[in-house]
């Protein structure tokens, strides 16, 4: 049975106003509402590290959507990029991004997004990892990327599917589409299971 089929009289709703998160969902061949949660994305920097992030962060807010129905799936996800022991989240401000880029550069980092997915009955949260490389980049480069794209909403400052990825990625090891915000095949398949 396709996936499409099995949750027919389902309420998907994704929470979330990420374009790259909407495209991935609805590629899966869903039709979906979405919904933007504010939540205090704050976590304990002691107690969680790689995947353990994104894990506690999408399940609260999952919980944090509290109108759940009968017939509701709650999809939440979050992402954030590991490198030298160390998250990187959303850039405030240019140098932020900066810097974030610069720590990137020439390195491999791992990028880990986890979702949940949530009904009356049930919630199941899963992980990705993805491996990306960066070649060195240049300041200028860096910084043509951050003032022409405006990086501000991604983990780690960048978004592979932009200008950057098509010119600093030198290798990936995993999901493309982990690293855009939305493990596809894993979800794909855990909503099979759901």
Not at 41 to 53: A, L, P, V, Y
Not at 60 to 86: G, H, M, P, Q, R
Not at 132 to 154: C, M, N, Q, R
């Amino acid at each position: 049975m396709l996936l499409k089929d099995k949750l027919e009289n389902k309420n998907i709703i994704l929470a979330s106003q990420s374009p790259r998160r909407k495209e991935l969902l609805a590629g899966l061949g869903l039709e979906f509402s979405t919904l933007s949660l504010d939540i205090d994305e704050s976590f304990d920097r002691n107690q969680f590290k790689r995947e353990k992030i994104t894990e506690y962060l999408s399940a609260k807010k999952a919980k944090a959507y509290t109108e759940i129905k009968l017939n509701d799936i709650i999809i939440t996800s979050d992402t954030t990029v590991w490198v030298d022991d160390e998250s990187l989240e959303k850039a405030s401000n240019r140098e932020e991004a900066y810097e974030m880029l610069r720590k990137l550069s020439g390195k491999t980092h791992s990028v880990y997004t986890s979702v949940t997915i949530r009904s009356t009955e049930k919630e199941v949260t899963f992980s990705d990892e993805t491996q990306v490389t960066f070649a060195l980049l240049s300041d200028e480069e860096i910084y043509y990327y951050i003032d022409t794209y405006k990086p501000y909403d991604k983990a780690g400052a960048y978004g592979v599917q932009e200008w950057i990825g098509y010119i600093g990625v030198d290798n990936m090891n995993g999901s493309y589409f982990n690293v855009m915000g939305l493990p596809t095949h894993k979800l794909y398949k855990e909503l099979i299971r759901f």
